[in-house]
């Protein structure tokens, strides 16, 4: 039976995840895909933790070298997160002939150009399931069963942190603020919650999906980013009384005029699947020219979902000896020939504090006009505030975004009304 010797580095959630369902499924492997995988090594500074999860003293390096120069380590696996120093100990290994499995999208979105390029030179395997979604298999599903399609678009709730929060302020109607502190009390949201909140790591991994599906460099540049901190609880109730529910979602487009990329909080129509996702669930929803949609569903983060992607591309790698690697030019920036569309097409939702007088609603109306912009809903709350104020809604048809841009504009010059919140849908 083949040998196959792994290397860990990192500890952590998925670290740990990933040693326990390697050790614990050692025999289910040996029986179901003829291979016996067996960690060699972990690289790990708390070395408590590593003894902790049951890691014999002898197996924990203490530095990259050690595991680069053991023969018998065939495969490293890539858990530590952030650049540095996951990219340098990444590149030693690939330099060193072994193939690398990683589950960390920052460093992936930013640098698979040069990892690819070590991966290549040196006949190794690069794999990257768990980078994206966690446990949902969409890396493979692109990368394979996918292929005989051009897909069209993908729409992702892909960071489980904020479908959590929305989920709650939509639940139970509590501010951003509230359910923020009682994620982060709960271990739902990191400390410094930036990364998940403003969108950042949405972006990575759509950066990663998005180049995968369209076949084309997408950098993470080219993604317009919004996040969730402007989200009131009036805008989701007022969503929910129009039919949508509001999710932070991950949108590629593929189209004859070219591609936009972009992650904002968005309203989704109820029927739609992905209004269904709730509390830190992922899904992707994909539409090929052939297959038409296709939703994939399922945890995106956590010790066993995401050990699962690792753990399925170590089985991969283990069993399958001709690597693949981009089917486009991977380089830093995007390909010049790629055209990208900044002023794209979508609904929106518009709401203004407006005086309650006479006219209001004809000047806000000319304004919309003025710009091409055409209302689909709208409702105007009875509820008056102290300074005479009241809510009107809008939702428009597909709209450019630079019309909406213009409108909020003038709207804000007029004495009439001031915008409050834009937020695109999708229905
Ligand atoms: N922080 C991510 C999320 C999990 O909240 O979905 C890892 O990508």
Redesign the pocket.
């Known amino acids: 039976m083949k040998k196959v010797g792994v290397a860990i580095l990192g500890l952590g959630v998925v670290g740990g995840g990933t040693y326990q369902i390697l050790t614990e499924h050692r025999e289910f492997y040996q029986k179901t895909q003829n291979v016996d995988i067996v960690v060699e090594n972990v690289l790990e500074l708390r070395k408590e933790r590593a003894l902790s999860l049951g890691v014999q003293e002898n197996k924990i390096a203490s530095n990259i070298q050690e595991i680069c120069s053991n023969p018998d380590v065939d495969i490293v696996i890539e858990v530590m997160g952030g650049v540095e120093p996951a990219k340098s100990f990444v590149l030693a290994a690939l330099n060193a002939g072994k193939s690398v499995v990683t589950s960390n ?1 920052e460093l992936f979105c930013k640098y698979s150009y040069e990892l690819e390029k070590a991966a290549r030179k040196n006949n190794c395997g690069l794999f990257f399931e768990a980078s994206c979604v ?1 446990g949902v298999p969409v890396i493979r599903a692109l990368l394979d069963n996918l292929q005989g399609n051009k897909i069209l678009s993908m729409m992702g709730i892909i ?4 479908n959590y929060i929305l989920t709650k302020m939509t639940n139970e109607g509590s501010s951003y603020e509230d359910v923020l502190k009682e994620a982060q009390k709960l271990g739902y949201a990191e400390a410094n919650p930036t ?2 909140v403003e969108g950042y ?1 949405a972006a990575y991994k759509l950066s990663i999906l998005s180049s995968l599906a369209f076949h084309t460099k997408i950098p993470f540049s080219k993604i317009h980013r919004e996040g969730i901190t402007g989200i009131t609880a009036d805008d989701i109730n007022y969503g929910k009384q129009l039919g949508y529910v509001l999710k932070l979602l991950a949108i590629g487009k593929n189209t004859d005029e070219g591609i936009e990329v972009r992650v904002h909080p968005t309203y989704v129509k109820a029927s739609h699947p992905l209004a269904t996702v709730n509390d ?1 669930y ?1 899904a992707v929803y994909i539409t090929g020219d052939s297959v038409e949609d296709v939703m994939l569903y399922g945890r ?2 956590g010790a066993l979902p995401t050990g699962s992607a690792i753990v399925g591309d170590v089985i991969y790698c283990a069993t399958h000896p001709n690597f693949r690697y981009s089917t486009f030019k991977n380089t830093e920036e995007a390909d010049p020939n790629t055209k990208f569309i900044d002023n794209f097409k979508s609904a929106y939702y518009i709401r203004l504090s407006a005086h309650d007088k006479a006219g209001v609603l004809a000047k806000v109306s000319s304004i919309f006009s003025r710009h091409n912009i055409s209302v689909a809903q709208m409702i105007q709350e009875e509820d008056v505030t102290a300074d005479g104020r009241v809510p009107l809604i809008f939702i428009t048809h597909m709209t450019k975004e630079k019309s909406v841009n213009k409108a909020v504009e003038d709207i804000n010059l007029s004495d009439v009304a001031d915008v409050v919140s834009v937020i695109r849908v999708v229905s």
Do not use: E, V
Not at 159 to 162: A, D, F, L
């Open positions: 999208k966690g960071n489980g942190t904020t990364a998940d790591d830190s992922n995106g983060a």
